[in-house]
């Protein structure tokens, strides 16, 4: 069983249904703590409902980026981690701490990568009138939103589709493959290696690439 932090910043449906993988026995990790920079994060609830530690470290008490990194990496390095586990973490983070986790740290964002790196996502999709949208669960390197992809997750987009309409779609998915590619890391197939995710020992595609 390896040891997980996980870190938020909002409702927390990914933490959820991460939990729910680890107390069915699907991933085989037990998390440490979960740590949040918003205090009313209603992440947090979800966290305490399933009786795991949580932390608090606000962004707003810190006057840099490279402060609040220090005291998030310490606070986290309390638990000596096998994995960090980035589910709906809203900050962005220094290349010093990215360094730190290299090949350990995974993150979800909701799009297909390598288009639409930061904010907005389903609304900027719209907007360009893609036909799909979706979602990709990454290594994390010092590039934005641009570290090698682990598995990626795609949905039409409807001729009346609406941000929110999306934006639940996307979700859905995203419950479906974080908890795999946390469970692939946590079973010790996934690794990443010279800069690519490798499952079982081969190289994954960087789907989605142009
Ligand atoms: C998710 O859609 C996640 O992909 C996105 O925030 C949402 C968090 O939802 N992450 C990012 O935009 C990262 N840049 P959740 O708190 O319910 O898991």
């Known amino acids: 069983e390896i040891s997980i932090v996980i870190l938020i910043s909002g409702s927390g ?11 069915s ?7 440490e703590a ?4 918003k205090e009313d994060a209603f992440g947090l609830t979800r966290a305490a409902n399933a009786g795991l530690v949580t932390e608090v470290i606000s962004h707003k008490n810190y006057d840099s980026r490279e402060h609040f990194d220090q005291a998030l990496k310490k606070v986290i390095d ?3 981690p096998d994995l960090v586990v980035l589910a709906g973490f809203m900050r962005i983070l220094t290349p010093e701490f990215v360094k730190h986790y290299s090949g350990r740290m995974l ?3 909701p799009s297909l990568l390598p288009k639409y790196r930061g904010l907005n996502t389903h609304q900027r999709a719209i907007e360009a009138g893609e036909s799909e949208h979706g979602v ?4 994390v390197t010092e590039e934005l939103d641009g ?8 949905v039409p987009i409807s001729t009346d589709e609406s941000t929110e309409s999306l934006a639940k779609k996307v979700l859905r998915q995203e419950h479906q493959i974080y908890p795999r590619a946390v469970k692939w ?7 990443m290696n010279n800069n690519q995710a490798m499952l079982d020992e081969k190289t994954l595609p960087e789907c989605g690439e142009q």
Do not use: E, M, W
Not at 25 to 31: E, K
Not at 136 to 139: K, M, Y
Not at 147 to 154: D, E, I, M, S, T
């Open 147 to 154: 570290g090698p992809n682990v598995l990626q997750a795609r």
């Open 25 to 31: 026995g699907t991933i085989p990790a037990r998390i």
């Open 13 to 23: 449906s990914n933490l959820q249904a991460i939990i729910d993988a680890t107390q």
């Open 34 to 37: 979960v740590i949040c920079n």
């Open 136 to 139: 990709t669960v990454h290594f």
């Open 185 to 191: 890391f946590a079973q010790g197939r996934l690794k």
């Open 78 to 80: 309390q638990y000596s």
């Open 107 to 109: 993150n979800i964002h």
